[in-house]
């Protein structure tokens, strides 16, 4: 059940951010990509009621289990780490954009 809500949360937003409220590297990744402008979807595993089930079923679905848990245009993205280091690298606008999280205005 838990799986099965995950994926479809994952399937109709163009990027989520799995978060914990008190997590500061969830903190960091969740003002990135405002600082981007970005339109993306947060789910407080700590605020939710299944927020547990869903944790695991991350955990099952990507083999990470820690939070921040970054997808982009359906694909899982990683950690605060991973999406620092696209972003650093030049490859998370391009993503984000593609995703439609992000109109690039000219």
Request: aromatic share 6%.
């Amino acid at each position: 059940m838990a799986l099965a809500k995950t994926k479809e949360i994952v399937s109709s937003n163009p990027a989520v951010v799995f978060s914990k409220s008190y997590c500061p590297y969830c903190t960091s990744v969740k003002q990135l990509l405002s600082e981007l402008k970005a339109t993306y979807k947060v789910v407080e595993l700590d605020v939710e009621g299944d927020g547990s089930d869903i944790q695991s079923a991350l955990k099952e679905w990507t083999g990470q289990r820690t939070v921040p848990n970054v997808f982009i245009g359906g694909n899982h993205i990683g950690g605060c780490d991973a999406t620092v280091a696209k972003h650093q690298e030049g490859k998370l606008v391009p993503l984000l954009t593609e995703s439609g999280a992000l109109t690039v205005t000219a």
